[in-house]
């Protein structure tokens, strides 16, 4: 049986010098543009990333994650997930920051207050049904935040699988894009 793919048309017409001729000029002309594009795309990838909210937690879904950037209260901060739970390790959570070292975290039955501010009421079982335990009390130590969002089912810092997160858990400020 005859091999076709030999004696394909195109195959037949390439002129290997002419291509490295052509190719040669195109590089004169854009190479320049396309090594800016590459270090573009590498410091891009070294200080920014993006976020995906997949539960409705938060009002917005997608993030411009700026890591590095320590996010003050009231702005979205990116983390890694340290386990447990529903979640494997390493999953990327967005929350907002409601507590930062030297404040003040309280419980009054199951609503939560980071210095007398109502920051949101624990549940008592999951959607599954499954039993949560409340998340901590007292000074937030050093590296250490609150974090939350509005949403009454958000897995935030008002249960013990979630905590106060750590700064070495923390990626950056995540920005909302929408």
Do not use: C
Request: aromatic residues 14%; glycine residues 10%.
């Amino acid at each position: 049986m005859r091999n076709l793919f030999l004696h394909h048309p195109f195959i037949d017409r390439f002129d290997r010098d002419s291509f490295r001729v052509r190719l040669a000029k195109h590089l004169r002309n854009w190479g320049v543009a396309y090594l800016l594009l590459i270090v573009g795309a590498a410091h891009f990838q070294a200080h920014y990333g993006f976020g995906l909210n997949a539960s409705p937690s938060l009002p917005y879904r997608f993030f411009l994650i700026h890591k590095g950037e320590m996010p003050q209260r009231g702005e979205y901060i990116a983390f890694r997930w340290h386990g447990g739970g529903p979640y494997p390790a390493g999953v990327t959570f967005v929350k907002i920051v409601a507590g930062m070292s030297g404040d003040t975290v309280t419980r009054v039955d199951r609503d939560f207050f980071v210095n007398a501010t109502h920051v949101g009421q624990a549940k008592a079982v999951s959607r599954q049904g499954v039993p949560l335990e409340l998340g901590p009390t007292g000074v937030l130590p050093a590296g250490r935040y609150y974090v939350r969002a509005p949403h009454p089912d958000s897995l935030d810092s008002r249960y013990r699988l979630t905590g106060w997160v750590s700064e070495i858990q923390i990626i950056g400020r995540a920005y909302a894009l929408f």
